[in-house]
């Protein structure tokens, strides 16, 4: 049996498939990458988990945190066969294949921290459960130093002073 290992060594493909494939696929590229920031923001940095500094590094954009790496990230995962990709841009559905079902089972969550991956799967079901426009409104005022450069954050949050 495949034991966990130190936080700082868990791949961050490991995080994005967990949170593909607890509990009900993500609708939208949005909602996965704010799903993800949030597990840096609110699970890997209040654990002061050093994996933190090798996880997804987030930047203000056009509609929040972003980052680049997710993207050719997600590309690997559906090219290897862990994860599909169903619909176009805007609205994407991002769901676990049989093989990548099989891979987050035997060794996946096996090397996670227990309290790491439970905390993970409870993230991932908060935060899919709002609306996107919930979602975002939530990241915008927890983390405004990310909306700086957004596209939607007057019409999402009003007029800024």
């Given at each position: 049996m495949q034991r966990s290992?130190?936080?700082n060594q868990v791949p961050k493909t490991d995080y994005l498939l967990l949170i593909i494939g607890s509990d009900g696929s993500i609708e939208g590229r949005t909602r996965l990458e704010k799903?993800?920031?949030?597990?840096?923001k609110e699970v890997l940095d209040r654990l002061r988990a050093p994996q933190a500094a090798r996880f997804y590094q987030f930047t203000p954009y056009r509609f929040g945190p972003f980052s680049e790496d997710l993207y050719d990230d997600l590309e690997f995962l559906r090219d290897n066969g862990f994860i599909e990709i169903q619909g176009g841009p805007g609205s994407e559905v991002f769901s676990i294949t049989q093989?990548?079902?099989t891979f987050l089972e035997e060794k996946v969550k096996k090397?996670?921290?227990p309290d790491v991956l439970e905390?993970?799967?409870r993230l991932k079901n908060k935060y899919a459960r709002l609306s996107i426009q919930e979602l975002i409104v939530y990241v915008y005022n927890r983390?405004?130093?990310y909306a700086v450069k957004s596209?939607?954050?007057e019409s999402t949050l009003g007029k800024v002073a």
């Open positions: 290992i130190p936080i799903i993800l920031f949030l597990t840096m093989k990548g079902t090397r996670l921290p905390d993970v799967v983390y405004p130093e596209e939607i954050r």
